[in-house]
Each structure stands twice: as structure tokens, then as C-alpha cells.
């Protein structure tokens, strides 16, 4: 019941954008000679295309890999998306400075894509990092979802656009400092643009409350199901990969602790391959120095593993300069 609302209530905001649009393009067809039409219609067409859904984009840090330069590493992502019955990712991208990897769809065609984040995946043995994928998958399948991910993105653009803007601080101080500097000569009095953005803001404070309200009420709908989909996320992931080495994945996700040893190596000017061994063998090593089994697993052996890492050499070897840049 809670998602059907929050899908309604994603709706209606979807249609309040679009009746911008609509509003906009009527006042300038039906009104061709008349400028305040125009200026208002055009007014109204700038909000709707401000509050339009983006459908997704790429970051503008992450870097697009041909499928013939990393064969591996799609092969590898198609496996996991086909073990747990998804679309395979039509591209791959990576980040040099991501701790994270995420399945999303991007542009009107929603082209899957998976990005991959390099500091935590030259840390992760193979049987890990088909985990990450799964783990990427089962997020980018059960969620929000575009319409209501895209609601709240809107409502999240009215809000700063409506009530989270303070006053000019810096035209002001111009303005002053000006005045100073002519004697005087060029002062203008500031009391309508004073004016003006009181009323900006008081209508601002008008539209704000119902505005936040509408995301204040949509955020707890979504937030009201975290539960249940963290559960079917899991229960997906389950499909290629065991709840322990799922929790043992978030676990060394959330502490961060396999990136402390990797920025020292590349101080030390460690190679990539000294610093892969050495994170293969600390994730291999239980809390009593024992050796376990062997990383690989049916849908990434050791084999594939190496030979997704000599693909990504060069980016390691780039991207390895920025690791101390993490936090």
C-alpha cells in the first residue's frame, strides 16, 4: 500500500512538472503577439525543463571501458547479471576514487551500466568482488524505482529553488563597496531590489510549505519499505553468494580498512601487482593468521580475476596517485 502511494504521489508531482511545460508552451502558441505572454510563457517553460526528470547520467568522474579493452571485467559482470537472472550491463565504468559499485540505467533508452570503484576492487579477491557485483545488481533491480527516485529528485529542486536560497550577501557587499570607492557619485538606493527579494522570498516561504510537506511525506513512504527491501536485496544476492560473505563485504565496506594498507604500499611507490598480492593475501587471512580457501568461485575464478586486473593495469597505476585523496 505504501509503495502505490508513494508511486501517486510520485505521479502528481511528475504532472505538476509537466503542466509547467504545457501551460508555457500554450501561453506563447496562443498568444504570438503579445510579450508579456511570452515572457511568461517562457518563464513557465524554464521551470518545467529546471524541474524535468534527469533519467539518470553517468558521474562526471567515471570512465567508460570499451568492451574490447576489458573483456574479463564484462564477461565477469555478465555472469553475475545472468546468475541472477537481471539485464547485463551494456556498459562498464570505472572510478578511480569510488569505494562503491553500482547497477543503474541511464537516458531515455535506460541503457544499464555498471561502475565499478577501483580502490575497493583492487582490494577484493575474486569470490568478493562477484559479491560486490551481486550486491551492485540487487540494488540497482529493487528500490525506488525511476518514477519515485525522479519525484524526489524534483521535489528536492523546488526545495532549494523555493526556500533554500539566502540573500546575496556578495552583491550587496559589491554594492557598498562601490558606493565607497565613487564617493558616493555612483550610489543607487537598494531598497527596491531589497524589496524585490523580500517578496521573492515570502512567496518562496508560500509555495516552500507545501513542497516539503510533498517530500517530507514521499521520503517516509520510501523510507517506510527500507526493510523489506533490504530483504529482497538480500535474498537476490543470496542467488550467487552466501549472507555470511555478504555481511563480511558491507562489513569491510563500512570500516574501510583494506584502503589504510593500499595508500601506505603506493607511498611506500609499491608496484600494482605488489600491492594486489599483498591485498589478496590480507583478505585471505582469518583473525588467527590462517590461510582459507582458495578466493576464486564458479562465476569468477582466479584465473579471470588476474586477468580483469592486467586489463585495468593502467587505470590502477593512474588511479593509485588519488588514493591518498580518500577518506
Request: glycine letters at 10%; charged letters at 20%; hydrophobic letters at 50%.
Given at each position: 500500500?505504501?509503495?502505490?502511494?508513494?508511486?501517486?504521489?510520485?505521479?502528481?508531482?511528475?504532472?505538476?512538472?509537466?503542466?509547467?511545460?504545457?501551460?508555457?508552451?500554450?501561453?506563447?502558441?496562443?498568444?504570438?503577439?503579445?510579450?508579456?505572454?511570452?515572457?511568461?510563457?517562457?518563464?513557465?517553460?524554464?521551470?518545467?525543463?529546471?524541474?524535468?526528470?534527469?533519467?539518470?547520467?553517468?558521474?562526471?568522474?567515471?570512465?567508460?571501458?570499451?568492451?574490447?579493452?576489458?573483456?574479463?571485467?564484462?564477461?565477469?559482470?555478465?555472469?553475475?547479471?545472468?546468475?541472477?537472472?537481471?539485464?547485463?550491463?551494456?556498459?562498464?565504468?570505472?572510478?578511480?576514487?569510488?569505494?562503491?559499485?553500482?547497477?543503474?540505467?541511464?537516458?531515455?533508452?535506460?541503457?544499464?551500466?555498471?561502475?565499478?570503484?577501483?580502490?575497493?576492487?583492487?582490494?577484493?579477491?575474486?569470490?568478493?568482488?562477484?559479491?560486490?557485483?551481486?550486491?551492485?545488481?540487487?540494488?540497482?533491480?529493487?528500490?525506488?524505482?525511476?518514477?519515485?527516485?525522479?519525484?524526489?529528485?524534483?521535489?528536492?529542486?523546488?526545495?532549494?529553488?523555493?526556500?533554500?536560497?539566502?540573500?546575496?550577501?556578495?552583491?550587496e557587499e559589491a554594492r557598498v563597496v562601490m558606493d565607497r570607492a565613487s564617493l558616493g557619485v555612483m550610489h543607487a538606493p537598494g531598497a527596491s531590489y531589497e524589496a524585490a527579494g523580500l517578496l521573492?522570498?515570502?512567496?518562496?516561504?508560500?509555495?516552500?510549505?507545501?513542497?516539503?510537506?510533498?517530500?517530507?511525506?514521499?521520503?517516509?513512504?520510501?523510507?517506510?519499505?527500507?526493510?523489506?527491501?533490504?530483504?529482497?536485496?538480500?535474498?537476490?544476492?543470496?542467488?550467487?553468494?552466501?549472507?555470511?560473505?555478504?555481511?563480511?563485504?558491507?562489513?569491510?565496506?563500512?570500516?574501510?580498512?583494506?584502503?589504510?594498507?593500499?595508500?601506505?604500499?603506493?607511498?611506500?611507490?609499491?608496484?600494482?601487482?605488489?600491492?594486489?598480492?599483498?591485498?589478496?593475501?590480507?583478505?585471505?587471512?582469518?583473525?588467527?593468521?590462517?590461510?582459507?580457501?582458495?578466493?576464486?568461485?564458479?562465476?569468477?575464478?582466479?584465473?579471470?580475476?588476474?586477468?580483469?586486473?592486467?586489463?585495468?593495469?593502467?587505470?590502477?597505476?593512474?588511479?593509485?596517485?588519488?588514493?591518498?585523496?580518500?577518506?
Amino acid at each position: 500500500m505504501k509503495r502505490l502511494l508513494a508511486l501517486v504521489l510520485s505521479l502528481i508531482v511528475h504532472a505538476l512538472t509537466l503542466a509547467f511545460v504545457l501551460a508555457g508552451g500554450a501561453l506563447i502558441v496562443f498568444n504570438p503577439g503579445e510579450v508579456p505572454a511570452w515572457v511568461a510563457g517562457a518563464l513557465l517553460l524554464a521551470v518545467g525543463v529546471m524541474l524535468r526528470p534527469r533519467l539518470g547520467r553517468l558521474s562526471a568522474d567515471a570512465e567508460v571501458l570499451a568492451p574490447s579493452s576489458a573483456p574479463e571485467l564484462y564477461g565477469a559482470a555478465a555472469r553475475v547479471a545472468d546468475a541472477l537472472a537481471v539485464k547485463r550491463p551494456a556498459t562498464v565504468a570505472i572510478m578511480d576514487l569510488g569505494v562503491d559499485a553500482t547497477s543503474t540505467r541511464i537516458g531515455l533508452r535506460r541503457t544499464p551500466v555498471m561502475v565499478v570503484g577501483l580502490p575497493l576492487w583492487l582490494a577484493l579477491t575474486p569470490r568478493q568482488r562477484v559479491t560486490l557485483l551481486a550486491r551492485a545488481y540487487a540494488a540497482g533491480k529493487i528500490g525506488e524505482g525511476l518514477i519515485v527516485g525522479e519525484a524526489l529528485s524534483t521535489l528536492a529542486e523546488w526545495r532549494m529553488g523555493l526556500v533554500g536560497a539566502a540573500p546575496l550577501k556578495q552583491r550587496e557587499e559589491a554594492r557598498v563597496v562601490m558606493d565607497r570607492a565613487s564617493l558616493g557619485v555612483m550610489h543607487a538606493p537598494g531598497a527596491s531590489y531589497e524589496a524585490a527579494g523580500l517578496l521573492g522570498r515570502i512567496f518562496g516561504r508560500v509555495l516552500g510549505g507545501p513542497v516539503l510537506l510533498a517530500e517530507y511525506a514521499l521520503t517516509r513512504l520510501v523510507r517506510a519499505g527500507d526493510s523489506r527491501t533490504k530483504e529482497e536485496r538480500r535474498a537476490l544476492t543470496a542467488r550467487v553468494t552466501s549472507a555470511e560473505e555478504l555481511d563480511e563485504l558491507e562489513d569491510l565496506m563500512a570500516s574501510g580498512r583494506y584502503l589504510a594498507p593500499i595508500q601506505a604500499a603506493a607511498l611506500r611507490g609499491e608496484s600494482v601487482a605488489e600491492i594486489r598480492q599483498d591485498a589478496l593475501t590480507r583478505a585471505r587471512l582469518s583473525d588467527d593468521g590462517v590461510l582459507t580457501s582458495a578466493p576464486g568461485s564458479e562465476l569468477l575464478g582466479a584465473r579471470e580475476s588476474e586477468l580483469i586486473d592486467a586489463e585495468l593495469l593502467k587505470h590502477y597505476t593512474r588511479a593509485i596517485r588519488g588514493f591518498g585523496l580518500i577518506s
